[in-house]
């Protein structure tokens, strides 16, 4: 058995190899959604190194925006740090190669230790899974957020462990905690159904209650509190604009198939839009290949030989989820009928878990189809891994090399902030944070609203009714705004963006005025200050720091 270290090393090559096309140009920034999740990242590098403050709100998109409260926001993950040192484009970059590698390593160990599959067969596994045309349709098109599904094979180690010894537990609630910090909106809810299915196959397996509802229990308790300071937000925020979607995009089994193996995609994409579905194709592609997808077909023959149904089971649950909508029967109609699951908008995302069962299949096929190899198995074995590797690589080099944007643009940075409609929004959207320039364009998938009110040009950011003062001088931050007023009576001071909770005036009333931040504020010549500062900031973070108590205090305590 390959230490840890080793398998971690060799992983991280695994992910730099995969991923490399994002590196021939550094600072390029990359297609579709990155734009997007680059301007979050820009956004906070800005608030904390131009201003010193922690990055809550978003001034510089929809009129301005809570960052806190926003489910995609990754501000709070410990890899958001690298953005210090490199840079939010070379960090963004590292934060995908290094979720790869975790997920080379899981999906390895996964295979290796819990399904005693041969170190060839593991590592077909976890080429197949992690190098699958998912990660590179999703990553490459800017799905940043959906990179902690790289940790689904480490949920699934870290729950079994934990069945045996609480301890694993903690480490398990930091995963799901970790998965909430990096916007995981879908990972998170798919976890919690694999998590909820492996639970269902402990019971059966074992006709034991008791290790099962105790790791249930241990981890449900320290992911609410460990991941309070995301979920306490993202709730309050979701009962002010709920994100209720419909959805009844389905696939058949045949084009399923397409998804699974089509190499052609310039092709594809065309005939598939032509096809009647919801989504364009990187919503679909899910590479793997004849080759794997033969060896899982062996793979299943080698889980009835072994009695592992549980496999083929839960293997064909997240195959009907991946279908779609076929009737108000189906997997998926049922699911979507769940709160929080009724966001969620597309059912074929559910291959990356279809695949992670196809890989471990696949693994399971190899070594199957080896013992009736006569001689140099080993041999026969790796080259077969290659092949695999190869034929995977060809096919998705074409869809993650799309880092091919112009790089942020840092000039000429804008003395004053103000709204404006003179920079091209689609090409220039992730640069605004740094030219200190703000948009009323929403390229959002929350339902925020924009205020019709809001005004664009360098002119000043606060405004009073004509004749009823004047405004002297004004400023802001990302937190942080100000006004220097004169009013001849108690009147309104309007501020240019949008109105949200969590704002407090030094002085005045806050009020939502038709969607826009006003202050009610007495006669006289005064100072109107307003900080961003979230009704479940300290909740959150005291419940986190209760979290970290408890788990410091499970560690401690010996297994019984």
């Given at each position: 058995m390959p230490s840890p270290a080793r398998v971690l090393a060799i992983s991280l090559v695994a992910a730099i190899v995969t991923w490399g096309p994002a590196f021939i140009s550094p600072l390029a920034t990359g297609f579709g959604d990155w734009q997007y999740f680059h301007h979050m990242w820009e956004a906070g590098y800005v608030a904390i190194t131009r201003y010193g403050e922690w990055p809550l709100w978003d001034p510089y998109h929809c009129g301005g925006i809570t960052v806190?409260?926003?489910?995609?926001?990754?501000?709070?993950?410990?890899?958001?740090?690298?953005?210090?040192?490199?840079?939010?484009?070379?960090?963004?970059?590292?934060?995908?190669?290094?979720?790869?590698?975790?997920?080379?390593?899981?999906?390895?160990?996964?295979?290796?230790?819990d399904f005693g599959i041969s170190a060839a067969g593991a590592a077909l596994a976890s080429i197949a899974w992690a190098s699958s045309g998912f990660f590179a349709s999703h990553g490459g098109g800017g799905h940043s957020a959906f990179l902690p599904f790289y940790f689904a094979p480490l949920v699934v180690i870290l729950w079994r462990r934990a069945l045996v010894d609480p301890r694993y537990a903690v480490g398990l609630a930091c995963v799901m905690t970790l998965v909430l910090l990096e916007g995981g909106v879908y990972p998170f809810p798919f976890f919690v159904l694999l998590l909820a299915c492996e639970a269902l196959v402990a019971i059966a397996a074992t006709r034991a209650w008791r290790p099962t509802l105790r790791a249930a229990s241990l981890t449900l308790l320290l992911t609410v509190l460990l991941g309070a300071i995301r979920l306490l937000p993202i709730l309050d925020e979701l009962r002010g604009h709920p994100r209720t979607v419909g959805s009844r995009d389905g696939v058949t089994l045949t084009e399923l198939l397409q998804m699974l193996t089509?190499?052609?995609?310039?092709?594809?994409?065309?005939?598939?839009?032509?096809?009647?579905?919801?989504?364009?194709?990187?919503?679909?592609?899910?590479?793997?290949?004849?080759?794997?997808?033969?060896?899982?077909?062996?793979?299943?023959?080698?889980?009835?030989?072994?009695?592992?149904?549980?496999?083929?089971?839960?293997?064909?649950?997240f195959l009907g989820l991946t279908l779609g909508e076929h009737g108000n029967a189906s997997p998926w109609s049922l699911v979507h009928r769940l709160p929080i699951y009724d966001s969620l908008r597309a059912p074929s995302r559910f291959s990356v878990l279809l695949t992670l069962f196809i890989a471990l299949a696949a693994g399971m096929g190899l070594d199957l189809l080896l013992r009736r190899v006569p001689r140099k198995r080993e041999l026969v074995a790796w080259l077969v891994v290659l092949g695999v590797a190869i034929d995977i690589a060809a096919v998705n080099v074409r869809v993650i090399n799309r880092w091919r944007d112009p790089p942020i643009q840092t000039e000429p940075v804008h003395e004053r902030f103000y709204l404006t409609r003179d920079i091209p929004y689609e090409r220039n959207f992730a640069s605004f944070p740094r030219l200190n320039v703000g948009t009323t364009g929403c390229y959002e998938a929350m339902n925020f609203s924009v205020a019709r009110g809001l005004w664009s040009g360098d002119e000043a950011q606060a405004r009073v009714p004509q004749g009823t003062g004047e405004v002297n001088a004004w400023g802001r931050t990302t937190t942080h705004v100000w006004a220097d007023v004169t009013l001849s009576a108690p009147g309104r001071v309007l501020f240019n963006q949008n109105y949200a909770p969590g704002w407090h005036a030094s002085q005045g009333e806050v009020v939502d005025d038709a969607g826009q931040l006003a202050v009610d504020a007495p006669a006289g010549r005064q100072r109107i200050e307003l900080v961003y500062r979230p009704a479940t900031l300290w909740p959150g973070a005291i419940a986190f720091l209760l979290g970290v108590v408890l788990c410091a205090c499970l560690l401690r305590k010996r297994p019984e």
């Open positions: 806190f409260a926003n489910p995609q926001s990754q501000h709070l993950s410990p890899l958001y740090w690298l953005s210090l040192p490199l840079g939010p484009t070379l960090a963004s970059k590292a934060f995908v190669v290094l979720h790869a590698a975790a997920g080379f390593a899981a999906m390895y160990w996964l295979a290796r230790v089509v190499r052609d995609l310039p092709w594809i994409d065309r005939s598939w839009g032509s096809g009647g579905h919801q989504f364009v194709w990187a919503e679909y592609g899910s590479y793997v290949g004849y080759g794997v997808l033969a060896l899982a077909a062996i793979g299943l023959v080698a889980c009835l030989r072994q009695r592992r149904y549980a496999v083929i089971v839960v293997g064909a649950l």
